[in-house]
């Protein structure tokens, strides 16, 4: 008796249905991915908030070599925002902040953080 070995065709893959996987997890990911906000910081620019007179009535200085406020140096951010505060009290409708220097791009958000969280006077920011 012969026995026959059985001879396998090799058959073509059919790659239909691996799209069809690779379209499925990519939908799958797709929708079940979440979209987040950053945080923003709307900033303004220098002309955008001005007093009546056309000038600001507070000038917030960061520079290379520390704080002033109307020119008075001051030591921090939180000193900077107290001042600005008082200001605000005592009649300050607008601020400006002044950029000079190599100021970090950090130093400036934390500044105008701080100033808003502190007064709720408009604040620009110029260079």
């Known amino acids: ?26 939908l799958f990911f797709m ?29 917030v200085r960061l520079a290379d070599d520390g704080w002033s406020v109307n020119g008075l140096a001051h030591a921090d951010i939180a000193s900077v925002a107290a001042e600005v505060a008082r200001l605000e009290e005592s009649g300050a409708e607008s601020a400006v902040l002044l950029v000079r220097g190599e100021a970090q791009s950090q130093e400036l958000i934390s500044a105008i953080e701080a100033i808003r969280g502190a007064s709720a006077i408009p604040l620009s920011v110029a260079q």
Do not use: K, Y
Request: net charge positive; charged share 20%.
């Open 31 to 59: 929708l079940s991915s979440t979209f987040t906000r950053f945080a923003e910081v709307e900033l303004a620019g220098a002309q955008a908030t001005t007093g009546s007179s056309g000038t600001p009535d507070v000038l």
């Open 1 to 26: 008796m012969r026995v026959q070995a059985s001879v396998r065709r090799a058959r073509r893959l059919s790659l239909t249905s691996l799209i069809d996987v690779i379209f499925l997890l990519l």
